[in-house]
């Protein structure tokens, strides 16, 4: 019995070594547009952790898990350390449960700093050193405001730096089909102003402007606070947008609620949004889009992220079948730049190792970036990259705008607290399309923020 | 994977044999430490005591305390949470609780709680008891029986999933995918988005709970009913008692006792209620629920252990009684026979 036992044991484990020893995606050295040398680099500098364990929670799934999982297969073949990856789809309650009962992963990966600000001060990640921060500065386009996105103050109540910003997200953009812009002669608007008279067009003519999905399961609600953000971005001052974040600026002031009214212009007029407004809270933000492709075509815009071309029909080319403007702002408003609204995900150490570091260094690697931005929805604030590596160049043009920005700020639901900014704010903006003034909405949200201390 | 069943087995071999040499030896050394011998009959007799005793202890002792690790430590240490701060470090007195009361959530919680209470259970044993009583009478009663049954074996998440179809709205003039709506729309009606009416969309809710409990109540309401002595029937059939005033008078008084099991095994799964809530509204549109509420504040954004164990307790004092009553009078069924 105990042999037979051990026997399967011994074959279980050469299955398992089988199994980690991945294909490489590029090979390494042969295409010209990748950082071979970085790779190489990296390479010699960490021989010496062959076979020590590594674990990565994130919440990439899916075809993300999988344009990952062909990044690691690079930090595993180049250092020999047996990293796995685990997700889950409500990652940002694992990460609570795992970190609380004493079994965090080495590294986690999360795109909510305003979470990682929660878990740091409760001791439960470990700082990354001023190297690190000061390599962010150095080497990221905006690199001060993501330096800022990962320092937290731990448990000793000292600001330290938590959180290595890895894959970037565009959100201010605005996807559109050019062929049916085409047909109907509409011009991409450059200014909020003109935006409002192209929607006001799109209906004369018969058609339906926009379509809103806000559906995202327990979610929902958070493609709207996209909107507000992006518009508060277009209607504020950045110090303002901050002051919002943290709550300094109250979700009754008129200028919250202004922005949230603006968004309202939008989504709440029956005319300007495909199915009606009840339409808005009830679609899944991933059937969303397919309104644009339909024939005829059920709507001509849609404002969402840099991601959601994975959610478009099969099939569909980028920069051909469909591509985006930049969520035009007012010009009315000409001293507040060019901002961009983005997200990310950040990498933290919530169990420090050897291996941990590796991967940390790893991701300073301009390969770690290049060998993920070569296959798709990926975008980095990395100067150091090849920009040809990208797959195409609408993504280029997202990472351009990412680059260029003006004014960079984060997902603001993402930086406030989690019951309001995955919770309170998602509510409000259901009720706010529900049928609720944009004072009623906001006035919730801001008593559940006064409730929490 | 095959590594993790290989490591499964082990456990499970190993445990196994473990359990079983607790008892084997725990009972040798008993045995050895209190000494039966012919020598002393005295001595003997007072050891048999002995071993009586004890023995009972150490067979129940691991169950014991295990129910003690995980059961009543944990409810300890809840209600010690629950006068702490979000993080669990500083005392903060009865704060979590005042703000409990004051909470617009929370107090909509325990409203639809409530509202969960007054309408699942008895809309759970109503229909079963119906389904029950008119499935005895007709040749195809079992299929139907099982087809009611059925729900019964499907996951609350799957369940939601199937109705989520059921409710689905799709906007303007598209093609209704959703059952509801495109009755609807073939009546002439306009569609709804059925899950974001306010009020209303809880009894949305409650209808996947009754579409799977209502097997549960029917199974055991059957199995009562068929214990009905044939004569109370015949006699109150002789007596000139019309069908309604045999299944009020005759039959229902009669299987009392497993109504009354049934009701309050539902009302404590109403107590419950999580899986369906979060999967179709996670309580937006105003359908949140106690646990709901409870695993919001513990999970979401870092966590507040505080609020969140306050919502837990109160969940607890409520299911409390529903049990205490149960086990009471499950006792008495026991004594009487």
């Known amino acids: 019995m105990k042999k037979s036992f051990l026997m399967g044991v011994a074959v279980a484990a050469l299955f398992a070594g089988a199994a980690s020893a991945a294909e490489l995606k590029f090979a390494p050295g042969q295409d010209a547009k990748f950082n071979w040398k970085s790779y190489d680099e990296f390479k010699a500098a960490h021989a010496d952790l062959k076979g020590q364990p590594l674990t990565i929670f994130g919440p990439w799934r899916g075809e993300d898990e999988a344009f990952f999982m062909s990044v690691l297969a690079y930090f595993t073949e180049a250092t020999g350390i047996d990293a796995k990856y685990s997700s889950s789809e409500n990652y940002e309650q694992q990460i609570v449960i795992d970190t609380q009962a004493g079994s965090p992963p080495n590294i986690a990966v999360l795109p909510q700093p305003g979470l990682l600000a929660d878990l740091a001060s409760k001791g439960f990640l470990t700082p990354l050193g001023d190297d690190n921060s000061k390599w962010i500065k150095d080497n990221y386009g905006a690199g001060d405001s993501w330096v800022g996105y990962g320092t937290y103050k731990g448990k000793d109540g000292k600001e330290a730096f938590y959180a290595f910003p890895y894959k970037a997200d565009v959100k201010s953009l605005v996807w559109y089909v050019p062929e049916n812009f085409e047909e109907a002669g509409y011009k991409i608007p450059t200014t909020m102003e003109e935006l409002h008279a192209l929607t006001d067009q799109i209906v004369k003519d018969g058609g339906v402007p926009w379509c809103i999905g806000l559906g995202s399961g327990g979610a929902t609600g958070w493609p709207a606070t996209d909107w507000v953000e992006d518009i508060m ?19 009754t002031d008129p200028a919250v609620v202004a922005a949230i009214d603006e968004f309202g212009k939008f989504a709440k007029n029956a005319k300007y949004v495909d199915g009606g407004v009840a339409a808005v809270a009830s679609t899944d933000f991933r059937d969303s889009p397919k309104g644009l492709f339909a024939v005829p075509p059920k709507c001509y815009m849609h404002h969402q992220a840099s991601f959601i071309p994975s959610f478009f029909p099969e099939g569909t080319k980028l920069g051909q079948d469909a591509d985006f403007f930049y969520m035009p702002t007012f010009a009315s408003h000409p001293e507040l730049g060019k901002p961009v609204l983005g997200a990310g995900t950040l990498v933290s ?25 070569a296959q798709s929805s990926f975008l980095t604030p990395y100067k150091s990259v090849s920009t040809e590596a990208y797959a195409n160049p609408q993504m280029k043009k997202e990472g351009d705008i990412l680059t260029s920005a003006t004014t960079f700020r984060f997902d603001g639901s993402d930086l406030m607290p ?5 919770g309170a704010f998602w509510t409000g903006m259901v009720d706010f399309v529900g049928g609720k003034s944009a004072e009623e909405a906001a006035g919730e949200i801001q008593s559940a923020w006064d409730g929490i201390k | ?25 725990s009972n040798k050394i008993l045995d050895m430490a209190l000494p039966v011998k012919d020598g002393d009959i005295r001595a003997a007799s007072r050891n048999l005591n002995r071993r009586a005793l004890v023995r009972p202890w150490l067979f129940i002792g691991p169950a014991l305390f295990l129910l ?40 909509q919680s325990i409203f639809n709680n409530i509202l969960w209470l007054a309408v699942v259970p008895a809309a759970c044993t109503f229909f079963g008891l119906v389904i029950a009583v008119m499935t005895d009478r007709i040749w195809w009663g079992n299929i139907a029986k099982s087809i ?4 019964m074996a499907i996951s609350f998440v799957g369940a939601s999933v199937i109705w989520k179809f059921i409710y689905e709205y799709r906007g303007g003039n598209d093609v209704q995918i959703g059952l509801l709506n495109a009755i609807v729309q073939t009546f002439g009606g306009t569609p709804e988005v059925w899950i974001s009416i306010p009020f209303w969309n809880n009894f949305f809710l409650m209808i996947i709970l009754i579409w799977i409990q209502t097997g549960f109540a029917m199974v055991i309401l059957s199995a009562a009913l068929r214990g009905i002595p044939e004569e109370t029937i015949e006699a109150a059939v002789i007596d000139g008692a019309n069908g309604w005033q045999i299944f009020w008078r005759i039959m229902v008084p009669q299987i009392w006792g497993s109504i009354a099991v049934v009701w309050t095994t539902i009302t404590i799964l109403v107590l419950k209620v999580f899986d369906i809530v979060l999967t179709m509204t996670n309580g937006q549109w105003q359908t949140m629920v106690l646990a709901n509420l409870m695993f ?23 299911v409390t009684p529903i049990m205490v009553w149960n086990v009471r009078r499950a006792n008495r069924e026991l004594k009487g026979h």
């Not at chain 2, 590594?3 to 607790?22: D, M």
């Not at chain 2, 009611?148 to 729900?151: A, C, I, Q």
């Not at chain 2, 919001?296 to 409520?318: E, K, N, P, T």
Request: net charge positive.
């Open chain 1, 233 to 251: 971005l277009r209607m504020q001052p950045p110090e303002a947008y901050d002051k919002w974040t943290t709550n300094e600026l109250k979700f």
């Open chain 1, 349 to 373: 150490i919530a169990k420090d190792s050897k291996t941990a570091r590796a991967f940390i260094d790893f991701l300073k690697t301009p390969i770690a970036h290049e060998v993920w931005m």
């Open chain 1, 418 to 422: 989690g019951k309001i900014g995955a």
């Open chain 2, 1 to 25: 994977m095959l590594l993790q069943i290989v490591s499964a087995l082990g456990v499970v071999f190993a445990a196994v044999i473990a359990c079983s040499a607790y008892f084997y030896f």
């Open chain 2, 68 to 107: 003690v690790v995980y059961l009543v430590y944990p409810v300890v240490a809840t209600f010690i949470l629950s006068f702490y701060d979000r993080a669990g470090l500083q005392f903060v007195g009865l704060a979590n609780y005042k703000w409990a009361l004051g909470d617009r959530e929370f107090r």
């Open chain 2, 148 to 151: 009611v049954f059925m729900p």
């Open chain 2, 296 to 318: 919001d504040w513990m999970f979401r954004g870092g966590g507040d252990s505080g609020r969140s164990a306050v919502i837990a307790i109160i969940i607890m004092l409520a």
